[in-house]
């Protein structure tokens, strides 16, 4: 008769929602969209969580590009990025619009 009580529980346990695995590639940062500028740039737009809001402007994209990405001084360049933070391995950058 013990086991038949557990099975209710084991039930709701395999039901509960758990937070998603991050990304083996872009962590648990919120990317989104094929690239930044044009399709499958190694940087991408960044949406709104809780650790990334604290950077969000009405007037700037958010945007996180690689570390190691070989042309991020031409990015910054281009475009007039503000580097805002370091996180797994990304570089999160403001970008004004405009």
């Known amino acids: 008769m013990r086991s038949l009580a557990l099975i209710p529980a084991a039930f709701l346990a ?3 929602t758990t937070a998603p695995e991050p ?14 500028r ?3 740039d190694s940087c991408r ?7 990334t809001n604290q950077f969000l402007d ?8 690689p570390e190691d990405m070989e042309n991020l001084g031409v990015f910054v360049t281009d475009t007039g ?3 805002v933070d ?7 950058y403001s970008v004004p619009r405009g």
């Open 23 to 36: 990304d083996p590639v872009t962590g648990s940062l919120p990317f989104f969209g094929t690239g930044y």
């Open 58 to 65: 009405d007037s700037a994209d958010l945007v996180g590009c």
């Open 14 to 16: 395999a039901c509960a």
């Open 86 to 92: 370091r996180r797994e391995g990304f570089v999160i």
């Open 38 to 40: 044009f399709m499958n």
């Open 81 to 83: 990025a503000i580097e």
């Open 45 to 51: 737009r960044l949406g709104e969580d809780d650790y």
